[in-house]
């Protein structure tokens, strides 16, 4: 018995699934890696007023528009600016506004 194999598909089809499997795999771990960094500097805040380190869009790796400067812009986030951040960072916003302030807390690496 013979087999025979034709590639089916296309070499721009190829060069599509190739470069869609390097985005995914490769690329989506740039925000991760980016916002790992900013929370474990974020983890040594001892004040709330010291300056956060900016963590990124978990998908574009882009900066958050509109992160809280310090500690304490985030201790007093509105809810419109923690689903914001939510959003950005690939989490769900589930609770009161308080729990979900102490979420994006611990999102950014900050400790109670």
Known sequence: MRFSFELCA????????FSNFYRS??????PRNQNSIAQTQN???????????LLVNAITADDIPG???????????????INHLFEA?????VG?????????????GLND
């Open 67 to 81: 992160f809280p400067a310090n500690p304490s812009a985030l201790n007093h986030a509105s809810a419109a600016t």
């Open 89 to 93: 960072l690939g989490l769900r916003g």
């Open 10 to 17: 296309s070499p721009k089809a190829l060069s599509m699934a």
């Open 25 to 30: 795999t490769f690329l989506s771990s740039i």
């Open 96 to 108: 009161t506004l308080v729990e979900n302030r102490r979420r994006t807390a611990a999102a950014t």
């Open 43 to 53: 983890s040594m805040r001892d004040f709330s007023d010291q300056a956060l380190v």
